[in-house]
């Protein structure tokens, strides 16, 4: 199961920063202003100018006062970012109306602004936004002054309905298909970042563990000393005081409890012998310990080791005790009656299995293991791999076992048994010198 943290840590919020619209809409503002007046001087083509530049200015003058009103890292809360967005689409449509709405070739921009919100902004903006954009393309049908036109190039073109039914119709596809696919993309991204976050608080908190022991070590060394001066002092009062002395039981009683601080500080230096952060111990061991905190469920728990062979050994390593924990964790709380975890190792490399008596994965399931969240409720019910049951567990662990040089594999035992089974397999040198996995740093916010 996750740690509680993992399970309420939260999913990124989709906003933007305001620096990258403000940015955004000047690019736009100088195409717009450029686009404009060659087409005006250059191409000497008929259009109103003034009312163009006009609505370019009230673009420009928004950016000026949102780079007064707000510091340029803020981020936008969704609404207001979307309200910015709506703000572009309907300044492209009063544009698009004085130069000649669909018949003109820029239309197409109107996908800009609901590409940026698929982005950046939850669906339900996107979605609106998209809505909004198609209504202006509609209305341009009907509603538009002439085309700019010069008679230098001959007489003005009249595009047939059926020619402009099709440009809406292209433009409006454009907007839903290409917006879905974009916020596919980022949706995807976002969870990744956010579970390799989730990964990495994983395996901080493991380390972290382990280098307890480290300190309980270097405590222990550092205070065995003055204890044992301590006893041998109140030993020695002990023996020259009278035995009827009023200070005789209190020197008694400080010579057994010096005895007692020395005797817990030796079983703290024999844990922390056994699991210290760089010490080694067999695979049989690490299996044991990885079962033994799921021994208490009910489910029998079987680890399978081959007879008259000695066992390689493995730097207690973090991501592999967390990761194998997280499977078996797993497979007990899907299992019946038992979780076998059966290991095997040659000269080139080192395997461990672990298998239970549950239902099995779900055959759609198989192919998505390993993916941060699955969607489908059904799927997440099939998947659970703890509180939050979004196949974030499985992630982690994955991720973890795959950094120490792990491959591993998931199917469900051949009928008629039934059961999950995870292979584990390392080539034999990263087992044994496996160091502790590092993540790839995480991906800034856009």
């Not at 990885?290 to 062979?309: K, L, Y």
């Not at 298998?355 to 994965?361: C, R």
């Amino acid at each position: 199961m996750l740690p509680m943290d993992l399970d309420r840590l939260p999913m990124p919020r989709r906003n933007v920063r305001l620096d990258t619209l403000v940015r955004l809409r000047w690019l736009s503002i100088i195409g717009q202003t450029v686009a404009v007046l060659v087409v005006y001087f250059g191409l000497e083509f008929d259009l109103p100018i003034y009312a163009c530049l006009s609505v370019i200015v009230l673009s420009a003058w928004l950016n000026i006062a949102l780079r007064i009103r707000f510091q340029q890292a803020r981020r936008l809360e969704p609404s207001r970012a979307a309200w910015l967005l709506a703000f572009d689409i309907g300044q492209l449509a009063v544009l698009m109306y004085l130069t000649g709405g669909l018949d003109n070739p820029f239309s197409f921009f109107f996908l800009g602004p609901v590409l940026l919100s698929a982005t950046a902004l939850p669906a339900r903006m996107t979605m609106l936004l998209g809505l909004f954009a198609i209504a202006c393309t509609t209305l341009l049908i009907f509603f538009h002054e002439p085309l700019p036109w010069s008679e230098e190039y001959g007489p003005m073109p009249v595009l047939p309905n059926v020619y402009m039914l099709g440009v809406w119709f292209s433009i409006a596809l454009a907007i839903f298909f290409i917006s879905i696919y974009a916020w596919q993309i980022s949706e995807e991204s976002r969870q990744l970042v956010n579970a390799l976050a989730a990964t990495e608080l994983v395996l901080a908190r493991e380390q972290h563990l382990t280098q307890i022991d480290g300190l309980a070590a270097a405590a222990a060394h550092a205070l065995g000393t003055p204890l044992s001066t301590i006893s041998v002092v109140a030993r020695e009062l002990e023996r020259e005081i009278d035995p009827k002395s009023p200070h005789a039981e209190d020197i008694r009683l400080l010579r057994e409890q010096a005895q007692r601080c020395r005797d817990i500080l030796a079983k703290l230096n024999e844990l922390s012998a056994e699991g210290e952060p760089f010490g080694r111990l067999p695979l049989s061991n690490l299996l044991q310990e990885v079962a033994e905190p799921h021994r208490h469920f009910g489910i029998a728990i079987e680890v399978n080791m081959p007879s008259g062979q000695t066992p390689p050994f493995a730097a207690r390593n973090p991501a592999i005790l967390y990761g194998l924990g997280n499977l078996v964790e797993n497979a007990v709380d899907f299992a019946r009656e038992r979780v076998e975890i059966s290991a095997d190792w040659t000269g080139d490399t080192v395997s461990v299995v672990i298998a239970d008596d549950g239902p099995g994965f779900a055959p759609e399931v198989i192919s998505r293991i390993g993916e941060p969240y699955v969607r489908s409720r059904r799927l997440r019910r099939m998947y659970a791999t703890g509180d939050t049951g979004m196949g974030l567990g499985f992630f982690i662990a994955k991720t973890l076992l795959e950094r120490t040089g792990a491959r591993l594999t998931f199917v469900n035992r051949p009928a008629p048994e039934s059961g999950a089974v995870v292979a584990i397999r390392w080539p034999r040198e990263a087992f044994e010198f496996a160091p502790v996995a590092e993540l790839e740093p995480k991906a800034a916010n856009a």
